[in-house]
């Protein structure tokens, strides 16, 4: 192999390292948000303390997974246009996406009381639990326009290539949680109420520090009105977006069917699939640091042009997923009842997940490719194919786990959801050629 050709292949694997790095590190804190509020309320006195806490976190978390595309959506747009230079692109794409969260979430504030009676409807606490979520939940909703317009900063920042802001922005946020809940909470005694308002100071603090670094790192052009709402720009951009919502729904309808099955079974099989469910977000965490890092490169070589780069760019991509789900693979095999019993000391859970852990050995092997074309098609903003392949893939999840339950019953929902992951990776790698054009 020439020279050439190795450095290459050195810088590319180094490129993806620059920005799967700090995107693990983002997954791995952007969860402390919420953890924090639990073991500030958890040292207050009252259970009803922290379920209302995990209800609230819980609605949140379902209104702003649904709304991950101003995300997803920004960076394959912005990446290609940073391939080609187009420093106006970048710059519609950003108020683009700015506009989208700052509309999305003003709707939020207006319909807050339909919507926090609803999410508390269908999550049937008890009065007390209930009074306190709502609380907590109509307090943190005024932190909505800073959360999605952030995402679609986190999004945009990507597509630029710098995945180092996002998770700067991820650990100071964290931070002034800590710092101003604890005042609140301790200092000035308010209670839940205090928990929300350091949230919700917290979330607009890390807003102003992301858009304050945008404004002064990077040339923002400047665009009217007419810009921002051309015609072709604006049909583009939502086009990308609502595919990336569908799939999201169909997301949130695989994940939110697993845990009502498992609630059906009874309370410790809930708790077994909710513990064994860590193992699939750990590896998620990392897996989604490479698709990211997929989503900026793609986008950046289609924008270029350079076949050759992206084709290289993407091999190496599979390569490292491999190496990633290998590494899981093993780590899973030989220390899964190590993890479980340090997630939980309820000996009847963690006796039963043990039955399970076979399915969590599969999961690695059968979900790198979903992750690693997941960001691949993002940047190559090939939304439609993604759209087809969850369809697809959810189909077969809710076909298996109609026909297997009757006789399988938990061992189905678990081979459900590993052929899901798999469906959805194979589904992709045969559109591949097709759609990038590798």
């Not at 209800?55 to 747009?77: A, D, H, I, K, P």
């Amino acid at each position: 192999m020439a020279v050439t050709d190795k450095n290459r292949i050195s810088i590319t694997d180094r490129e993806i390292l620059h920005l799967a790095v700090p995107s693990i590190i983002t997954n791995i804190t952007t969860p402390l948000l919420g953890l924090m509020d639990v073991a500030i309320t958890g040292h207050m006195g009252s259970a009803a303390y922290i379920g209302a806490i995990a209800v609230g976190g819980s609605m949140f978390n379902m209104l702003y997974w649904l709304f991950g595309f101003l995300r997803m959506g920004s960076s394959g747009m912005t990446a290609q246009a940073y391939g080609n230079h187009d420093t106006y692109r970048q710059s519609v794409i950003l108020k683009q996406a700015l506009t989208a969260g700052a509309i999305v979430a003003l709707s939020m504030i207006m319909l807050q009381r339909p919507i926090c009676s609803l999410a508390l409807d269908f999550m049937d606490v008890d009065h007390e639990t209930r009074r306190l979520a709502a609380s907590y939940f109509l307090i943190l909703i005024w932190g909505a326009p800073a959360t999605l317009c952030l995402y679609a900063l986190t999004g945009w920042y990507l597509g630029m290539q710098n995945s180092r802001i996002p998770m700067w922005v991820s650990i100071f946020v964290n931070i002034s949680n800590i710092a101003v809940s604890l005042l609140l909470v301790y200092g000035f005694g308010l209670g839940i109420e205090g928990v929300a308002y350091g949230t919700l100071s917290a979330q607009w603090l890390g807003f102003i520090l992301a858009m304050s670094i945008c404004i002064h790192k990077y040339r923002i052009r400047h665009t009217g009105w007419s810009d921002i709402m051309q015609i072709d720009s604006l049909k583009r951009f939502f086009s990308v977006n609502t595919d990336i919502f569908l799939r999201t729904v169909c997301l949130v309808a695989v994940t939110v069917w697993f845990t009502r099955m498992g609630a059906m079974q009874g309370e410790t099989m809930l708790a077994v699939n909710a513990l064994l469910m860590q193992f699939f977000t750990l590896f998620s965490y990392f897996m989604d640091g490479f698709a990211f890092a997929g989503e900026a490169m793609t986008g950046k070589y289609i924008g270029r042009r350079n076949d050759s780069m992206l084709r290289l760019t993407i091999r190496h991509l599979c390569l490292w997923g491999i190496g990633i789900a290998a590494l899981f693979t093993l780590i899973y095999a030989f220390g899964g009842n190590l993890i479980l019993r340090l997630l939980s000391s309820e000996t009847t859970v963690v006796n039963a997940a043990s039955d399970f852990l076979p399915w969590i050995f599969t999961v690695p092997a059968a979900g790198f490719l979903a992750f690693t074309w997941d960001g691949i098609f993002i940047g190559a903003t090939a939304t439609r194919s993604m759209l087809m392949s969850m369809f697809g893939a959810t189909a077969v999840f809710f076909i298996t786990v109609t026909v297997l339950h009757p006789s399988l019953g938990n061992h189905s929902l678990w081979l459900a959801f590993i052929l899901y992951l798999f469906a959805r990776g194979i589904i992709l790698t045969f559109l591949a050629p097709y759609k990038i054009k590798i």
